[in-house]
């Protein structure tokens, strides 16, 4: 059973899959900084960016692949130090 549809909130996915937004970077989707993906669904962000109904296809079975993979996050995304203390 796919975890992504095209129909999930575009927050709501990288919070429960934090690494699906580098899936996202890699097709030039920006949409984790964008305030509109806080109530947007996964395929209105990629029709905004004027991608084709295939294309969206490809994009959320990657999506589903990476998830797979991925232990499901209850906490979401969390900010860490770039800094490394020694």
Same mark, same amino acid.
């Given at each position: ?82 800094? %490394? %203390?020694?």
């Amino acid at each position: 059973m796919s975890k992504i549809t095209k129909e999930i909130n575009i927050i709501e996915m990288i919070k429960k899959y934090p690494e699906t937004a580098q899936v996202l970077f890699n097709h030039g989707i920006h949409c984790v900084g964008c305030h509109a993906a806080a109530f947007e669904t996964l395929e209105q962000g990629l029709i905004a960016h004027g991608l084709s109904e295939e294309e969206i296809k490809k994009i959320v079975k990657e999506l589903n692949e990476i998830a797979e993979k991925t232990p499901f996050s209850e906490k979401g995304v969390t900010k860490t130090s770039e800094e %490394k %203390k020694e």
